[in-house]
Structures are given as C-alpha cells and as structure tokens.
C-alpha cells in the first residue's frame, strides 16, 4: 500500500495590477484564504459557480466547464483571477492570497 503524500496550499502575492491564473476541476472546492474579510466579490460566469463566504475564505465549486473573471475587494485591495475549469490541468485546492508588499 502506497503512502499518499499531503499537498502544500498555494501561497500567492498579487499586486492590484496582477491577474493570477486560478484552475479549478469540475467536482472539487477550491479555496481561497484572504489576509481580510473580503468586503464583496464579482464573478463573471456567475450561474456556473457554487461560491461561499465564510470570514477571510471563498470557497469555488464550478458547476460547468467554462473560463471566467473574479474580482474580491477588501478593505486593503482589489484581487483579480482569471478561473479555468479543466478537467486535465492541476488545480488549485487551497490557495493563501497575500498582498504582495515592495522593499
């Protein structure tokens, strides 16, 4: 019997002018882990998603195969994603957004 091996959540750092390429796959949740509670989020293809808030996380279900935008605002920054929902490309499962801070 193999051992599975424990996957690393993504830790990212956008800038408001970054637009981070986010893969979903159909039949899994992928979540979003932000610095602040979101205020309020925008998603393109709305009807194609299942999307909780639950304090600082959003949690994507995609209901269909299909590429959109989300915009999340909070008090600090806008974060922008362009979702893709492929059944052969790794996904992402968890992802730590971080604002991305300069020297």
Request: charged residues 25%.
């Amino acid at each position: 019997i193999g051992l599975a091996t424990a996957k690393e959540a993504k830790i990212i750092q956008l800038t408001e002018h970054q637009i981070y390429p986010l893969m979903l796959a159909l039949g899994k949740t992928t979540l979003l882990r932000f610095p602040e509670k979101p205020l309020k989020l925008i998603i393109g293809n709305k009807n194609y998603f299942n999307v909780e808030n639950n304090d600082t996380d959003i949690a994507l279900q995609p209901l269909a195969k299909v590429e959109t935008n989300l915009f999340v605002y909070t008090s600090d920054q806008t974060f922008s994603f362009n979702i893709k929902v492929c059944e052969t490309c790794p996904n992402d499962d968890f992802v730590k957004v971080q604002k991305k801070i300069f020297d």
